[in-house]
């Protein structure tokens, strides 16, 4: 019978951070890229031609790591 292992680790976060600032930084999506200490460099770049209709018009990006270049792509903004 398999076991499931459930594993949690809370960080407080440092005087001075709210919690919205936090959030805001997950939501963008530029910024996530940048604070990887992997990526060396990222630029945009044309959709691949397999990319999904719906995903098309997003703003994509090649990045270049220490070892491994990915392409990932930016949501179009969703208006609030």
């Given amino acids: ?17 709210t919690r919205q600032s936090v ?4 939501h963008n999506h530029t910024e ?12 945009r770049c044309k959709p ?4 999904p209709s ?4 997003s703003t994509w990006y090649t990045i270049k790591g220490t070892s491994w270049p990915i392409r990932t792509r930016n949501p179009p903004e969703r208006p609030v």
């Fill in 1 to 17: 019978m398999s076991k499931t292992s459930v594993f949690t680790t809370i960080t407080p976060l440092p005087a001075g951070v």
């Fill in 23 to 26: 959030i805001d930084t997950y």
């Fill in 48 to 51: 691949p031609s397999y990319a």
């Fill in 54 to 57: 719906e995903e098309f018009y």
């Fill in 32 to 43: 996530m890229i940048e604070l990887n200490p992997l990526v060396i460099e990222r630029f």
